[in-house]
């Protein structure tokens, strides 16, 4: 019964989606924002995970939904409305990462990565630990430590499991999305959550998810 | 089913493809044999798992107070800029092809611009469109187009960006660009996407259409 009213919520959502779309692409641009309202924070997650800013995610976010809606007319139906979204947003937080090199060059493979991309990752930690319950997420504290253990990982690893994981693209979409591979795209994610895994148990030891006060700091990505 | 042994190594190898249900059912059945015998490989199972159901919670993903608010406003600017530069851009194509008609009066047609045919129809594509191209490929193509060779190495950017590194349009993905004259099917499309942007692009759609 449970799945059927979630069913039934997505067909109603896509067929609300469409329907604005449609209007949209008609000419009633006003509706717009009303259409990327659901997207918003994913669209300003993908630029800030490139970016490495809030400011300039901020802007490359705005950016990025001026010209989808300049756009929209090409959007075609048979695509995810969001995915297409993400892919403009990440198109042009590369192009401003390119264009204005405000970011800091990282290492192809900092020490923190354990070895080249094609070189195999063994796990370090077998602790034998539990299911995190996703009610942890609640805190604040808990989504910090996890977005700065994000944070420690190489770009390229970073960007990869951020398109794939966070934001829900598939593979296709996520080598499309920063030119690489599919075979690249594997490898990388593959890597990034081995690392963050050792990363999650190794704060699972040191109490991230028990009520345990937190110091402040700022988002890492 | 006889199953394969593999090894640990190979377990991790394979155990984000495994999450993903990107194995074959001979290695899946190998995998979870070894799941259930390996206790350290069920550990970084579980972990991986964790990592895969954490991040990809709605949770994770935060945006700064007000973001929502400005982006909404400068959408609605945007939106109703489009509205006011679409009552006015009759006037620019207006003055446009009477200026355009006059210079054809005044050129012979054996003194055409020595532009490609592709480069010439490229034109019409709206500079920051996403598009697609693949190394050893001359093509540039919409995200998706069932005709792009070798989509493992495909890379995402702007047409203008696509154009600049000397790629041309699709043919097949991108032909209502490239259509010319009054069989153009989408060009009141086009002109009305061009006044979104206001004035700049509008000039793009009066050369086309005078040009017939």
New interface residues.
């Given amino acids: 019964m449970v799945l059927n009213t979630t069913v039934d919520n997505l067909a109603q959502t896509s067929s609300r989606e469409h329907d604005l779309i449609s209007r949209v692409q008609d ?1 009633q ?2 509706l ?2 009303e259409l ?2 659901p997207y ?3 669209v ?2 993908a630029a800030l995970a490139i970016l490495r800013n ?1 400011q300039d995610a ?1 802007d490359a ?2 950016e990025a ?3 989808a ?3 929209i ?2 959007f ?1 139906a ?2 995810r409305f969001s995915t ?1 979204l993400i ?2 947003t ?2 042009e937080a590369l ?1 401003r990462r390119r264009r204005e090199r405000t970011v800091p060059m990282e290492g192809l493979d900092g020490h923190r990565s354990g070895g080249e991309e094609e070189s ?4 370090r ?8 319950p ?1 009610e ?3 805190r604040k504290e808990v ?1 910090q430590r ?2 700065q253990a ?1 944070g420690t990982l190489d770009r390229k690893y970073r960007e990869v ?1 951020m398109l794939r ?2 934001e ?1 693209l598939n ?2 979409e996520t ?9 690249s795209v ?1 490898t990388r ?2 890597r990034a ?2 690392m ?3 990363l ?2 190794a704060g699972w030891e040191q109490g991230w998810f028990s009520r345990l006060p937190f110091e402040k700091g700022t988002k890492p990505w | 089913m006889v199953n394969h042994i593999v090894s640990c ?1 190979q377990v ?2 394979e ?3 495994y ?2 249900g ?1 194995v074959d059912q001979g290695l899946r059945s190998s995998m979870d044999e070894h799941f259930r015998t390996c ?2 490989c069920a ?2 199972l ?19 107070a007000g ?2 608010r ?3 406003k ?3 600017k ?3 800029g ?2 006011w530069a679409s009552w006015t851009a009759w006037l620019v194509p207006v003055a446009a092809m009477a200026l355009v008609a006059g210079t054809l009066m005044l050129t012979s047609s054996s003194r055409n611009p020595m532009k490609s045919q592709h480069a010439e129809q490229g034109k019409d594509i ?1 500079p ?3 598009v ?1 191209v693949s190394s050893g490929a001359k093509l540039f193509h ?3 187009c069932e005709f792009i060779h070798d ?8 047409a203008k ?1 696509a154009m600049q590194e000397g790629y041309v349009p699709c043919p097949r993905c991108l032909r209502q660009y490239l259509k010319t004259g009054s069989t153009r099917e989408t060009g009141g ?1 086009v002109a ?2 061009s006044g ?2 206001g004035e700049e692009e509008a000039p793009v759609q009066v050369l086309s259409t005078a040009g017939q």
């Fill in positions: 000419g641009r006003e717009f924002y990327v309202r918003e924070r994913r300003y997650a809030e901020e976010a705005q939904m001026l010209k809606l300049m756009n007319r090409q075609r048979e695509a297409w892919q403009i990440v198109n192009m195999e990752y063994a796990p930690d077998f602790a034998d630990w539990r299911e995190i996703s942890a997420l609640e989504r996890l977005a994000l499991f994981d966070m829900h593979i296709q080598a499309e999305a920063l030119g690489i591979s599919v075979a594997k994610l593959l959550r081995l963050l895994r050792d999650l148990a | 190594e991790w190898r155990i984000s493809n999450v993903d990107d206790k350290k550990s970084v579980a972990g991986t798992r964790n990592v895969v159901a954490l991040y990809g919670d709605e949770r994770m993903l935060e945006a700064p973001f929502g400005r982006l909404e400068r959408l609605t945007k939106a109703q489009s509205r709206p920051d469109m996403v697609v919409v995200p998706g989509k493992a190495s495909e890379r995402t950017l702007t960006e499309q009305e996407e979104v942007d």
